[in-house]
């Protein structure tokens, strides 16, 4: 199993970005995925996870209306598209295969939210 | 701020048994499973007990959980100096609709 997060970078308070993970080693259509941030030296906060088919999408309540997530079954692939970014949306993010848990992670991207 | 409660720190000498708490509510511990991550310096985290107390593949038995009512256990025996790391735990909250993490519980081994 693997997760290749992209996207990742420096982007000013207001900002957008679109984040990307690429999956392989497993069927992903078969699988919830999640995203999940860490802070500078703060824990982690899970952020926003997309059933198999896309149909049920769950947020955290401060990316609401903020952050899309969204999955392509046919490249194996998961997003994050963030808008309005903030500077306390600075943090690693990773993907991960979800449900039950957070079985396996990807190595993460950092998102610097700076003026 | 975290939905879920542990103590920041703990320690232990190798060879001991330390045991780190995760305390929640009827919304999250007290109707679902805990998990349990481990997040090693500069690494992703790694999940390191599922549905309370199952280990994935590849954890050792010296890692075993637990839970009663409304808060989740990790203990770990036989401490190592590889176990130094931060431990996680989380749960499903049906409230939020979320999942949500304690705070994280730094494990220095002396």
């Known amino acids: 199993v693997q997760l290749v997060e992209s996207g990742g970078g420096l982007v000013q308070p207001g900002g957008s970005l679109r984040l990307s993970c690429a999956a392989s080693?497993?069927?992903?259509?078969?699988?919830?995925v999640a995203w999940v941030r860490q802070a500078p030296g703060k824990g982690l906060e899970w952020v926003a996870n997309?059933?198999?088919?896309?149909?049920?999408?769950n947020y955290v309540a401060s990316v609401k209306g903020r952050f899309t997530i969204s999955r392509d079954n046919a490249k194996n692939s998961l997003f994050l598209q963030m808008n309005s970014l903030r500077v306390e949306d600075t943090a690693v993010y990773y993907c991960?295969?979800?449900?039950?848990?957070?079985?396996?992670w990807g190595q993460g991207v950092l998102v610097t939210v700076s003026s | 701020q975290y939905v879920l409660t542990q103590t920041p720190s703990a320690s232990g000498t190798p060879g001991q048994r330390v045991t780190i708490s995760c305390s929640g509510s009827?919304?999250?511990?007290?109707?679902?499973?805990v998990n349990w991550y481990q997040q090693l310096p500069g690494t992703a985290p790694k999940l390191l007990m599922y549905?309370?107390?199952q280990r994935p593949s590849g954890v050792p038995d010296r890692f075993s959980g637990s839970k009663s009512g409304t808060s989740g256990s990790l203990a770990i025996s036989g401490l190592q100096s590889e176990d130094e790391a931060d431990y996680y735990c989380?749960?499903?909250?049906?409230?939020?609709?979320?999942?949500?993490f304690g705070g994280g519980t730094k494990l220095t081994v002396l």
């Open positions: 997309i059933k198999q088919d896309g149909s049920e999408k």
């Open positions: 549905s309370n107390a």
């Open positions: 991960a295969r979800d449900q039950p848990a957070m079985s396996y």
């Open positions: 989380a749960a499903w909250d049906d409230s939020l609709n979320n999942w949500v």
């Open positions: 080693g497993f069927t992903f259509s078969n699988y919830w």
């Open positions: 009827s919304s999250n511990i007290g109707r679902n499973f």
